[in-house]
T-cell receptor, first 115, second 118 residues
Framework: DAGVIQSPRHEVTEMGQEVTLRCKPI?????LFWYRQTMMRGLELLIYFNNNVPIDDSGMPEDRFSAKMPNASFSTLKIQPSEPRDSAVYFC?????????????FGDGTRLSIL | AQKITQTQPGMFVQEKEAVTLDCTYD???????LFWYKQPSSGEMIFLIY??????QNATEGRYSLNFQKARKSANLVISASQLGDSAMYFC???????????????FGQGTRLTINP
């Protein structure tokens, strides 16, 4: 079975540009999560969706960040305008059903560098 | 207060030895789940093992086991017969609350970098 698929794997762009990260969750999974990983702050949850509906976006750092899930098989995380401090690894994860023993399955991440 | 504390930033172990990675957690919720993930140098996050707060027995998955001490709020990961491929970052994470919408967040510790020496 295919896992969570993220694209691109690496992104290098200049400050001020719009960045779009993409995620395809595992088919049949009800939950989708976006995380950011940095050395200073570790793994932080940005936002998560249940059945395509955003449930908790309290981790989104500021209005420059937005996330959408137009259907069950696709989600985007956008940063506009991007800043150097947004440089991080961004992970997407999905989960099957709201049961306590279900793990989140992570994609390989997008390594984002803002120059 | 930190929800998840991993006190060992780095550990060095000889190949074939057993290793214990520490994790303590803080919650007042009687219902919670604890997860361990492995992150190799290639960057992906790999789920290893799960322990529920109501589970009577310690979880085991192959060479991985959890030393779950509920009263002490600790959930240490034990890797038996370590291998070179076990070298990685290891993260402990907790999910609090009952199974309702909005109770699916995982909080991660800062991780422990494990190095297995030949």
């Amino acid at each position: 079975d295919a896992g969570v698929i993220q694209s691109p794997r690496h992104e290098v762009t200049e400050m001020g540009q719009e960045v779009t990260l993409r995620c395809k969750p595992i088919s049949g999974h009800d939950y989708l999560f976006w995380y950011r990983q940095t050395m200073m702050r570790g793994l932080e949850l940005l936002i998560y969706f249940n059945n395509n509906v955003p449930i908790d976006d309290s981790g989104m750092p500021e209005d420059r960040f937005s996330a959408k899930m137009p259907n069950a098989s696709f989600s985007t995380l956008k940063i506009q305008p991007s800043e150097p401090r947004d440089s991080a690894v961004y992970f997407c994860a999905s989960q099957n059903r709201a049961r306590s023993n279900q793990p989140q399955h992570f994609g390989d991440g997008t390594r984002l560098s803002i120059l | 207060a930190q929800k998840i504390t991993q006190t060992q930033p780095g550990m060095f172990v000889q190949e074939k030895e057993a290793v214990t990675l520490d994790c303590t957690y803080d919650t007042s919720d009687p219902s919670y789940g604890l997860f361990w993930y492995k992150q190799p140098s290639s960057g992906e996050m790999i789920f290893l093992i799960y322990q529920g707060s109501y589970d009577q027995q310690n979880a085991t998955e192959g060479r991985y086991s959890l030393n779950f001490q509920k009263a002490r709020k600790s959930a240490n990961l034990v890797i038996s017969a370590s291998q070179l491929g076990d070298s990685a970052m290891y993260f402990c994470a907790m999910r609090e609350g009952t199974i309702i919408q909005g109770a699916q967040k995982l909080v991660f510790g800062q991780g422990t970098r494990l190095t297995i020496n030949p």
